[in-house]
């Protein structure tokens, strides 16, 4: 979803630095830990973190290399009380 779908942008903007800060901003009001996110986050295994995101896609009926799948359902959950729309905001 990281700059591939029109319409919808990370919080915390484009650059991955400011949407790391305010996903993990975001992540420590359900009781997740900030530091140990952003260490994920900055220096964790790509391939991992991949991995993760193909699976919550799957779990909602999402092929993960389906861009227009993807982009949909990021357009219909972005800035909402959603367990991804809550990294992501309408432009």
């Known amino acids: 979803m990281m700059g591939n779908c029109n319409g919808v942008a990370l919080i915390g903007g484009a650059d991955y630095q400011a949407f790391v ?4 901003e975001v ?3 359900q009781g997740l830990r900030k530091n140990k996110l952003r260490k994920l ?3 964790g295994q790509t391939a991992w973190l991949k991995e993760q995101a193909a699976d919550v896609l799957s779990a909602r009926g999402i092929d993960a290399g389906s ?3 993807v982009c949909s359902l990021a357009r219909k959950v972005a800035g909402k009380n959603d367990a991804i729309g809550r990294y992501l905001e309408l432009e």
Not at 21 to 24: Q, R, S
Request: net charge positive.
């Open 27 to 29: 992540a420590s009001q």
């Open 21 to 24: 800060l305010a996903a993990t």
């Open 41 to 43: 986050l900055f220096y």
């Open 67 to 69: 861009q227009r799948s």
